[in-house]
């Protein structure tokens, strides 16, 4: 979690302080050589660091280190706070904290809580019972017919090999041969 944040923090310094040109890639590279002199071991988690950069509770660092013009009020009025920590006068006199991205946990007990609260209704039950069965019998056909297709090869094998040529066989082979045709020839009733 602290690499994430250090890299963040890295990132979205470069971001603010982005030069004329620069692509996103210019801005990693120089965010991963910060990383790299800051911790002394090259940042190697960039493919979570993807999936993560745009949620909500790692914008947080984003919008702490801002110092771009940003809109503070329902008047409209705007604010350039260069400095962080001072509050501006909105957050002064505003009477309800900054409102943080509910938990994990927090996340999981609602869930939890709408889960028990709801049971759902019979005709869903039903439905999903209803295509339960049809996806039941269709795996039962579909294991017939797999079934028969087995047989019907082996049955194909069979006679391949009771039609084998025996002229280049010797008198043990053909013994063989015989005696094998003839199990095979009782076995499918021919």
């Known amino acids: 979690m602290v690499v994430f944040k250090n890299l963040l923090g890295v990132t979205n310094k470069l ?14 590279i120089n ?8 911790e002394g071991a090259p940042f190697n988690l960039e493919y979570a660091w993807r999936l993560l950069k745009d949620e909500p509770k790692w914008m947080g660092t ?18 350039a706070s260069l400095n962080s920590e001072t509050p501006s006068s909105y957050e002064l006199n505003s009477s309800s904290p900054m409102e943080r991205p509910m938990g994990q946990k927090a996340a999981k007990r609602k869930g939890k809580a709408k889960e028990n609260a709801t049971e759902p209704p019979s005709s869903v039950i039903s439905d999903t019972r209803n295509k339960r069965m049809e996806v039941m019998e269709n795996l039962a056909r579909l294991k017939e017919e797999e079934n028969k297709l087995v047989k019907e090869k082996m049955e194909f094998e069979a006679m391949q090999f009771i039609m084998s040529d025996t002229s280049k066989m010797n008198d043990s082979q053909r013994e063989f041969h015989e005696k094998r045709c003839n199990n095979l020839k009782e076995k499918y009733g021919w």
């Open 15 to 28: 971001f603010m302080e982005k030069k004329s040109g620069a692509s996103e890639k210019d801005i990693l």
């Open 62 to 79: 984003f919008t702490e280190n801002s110092s771009k013009r940003t809109k503070n009020s329902a008047s409209g009025s705007y604010t």
């Open 31 to 38: 965010a991963h050589a910060f990383y790299e002199q800051d």
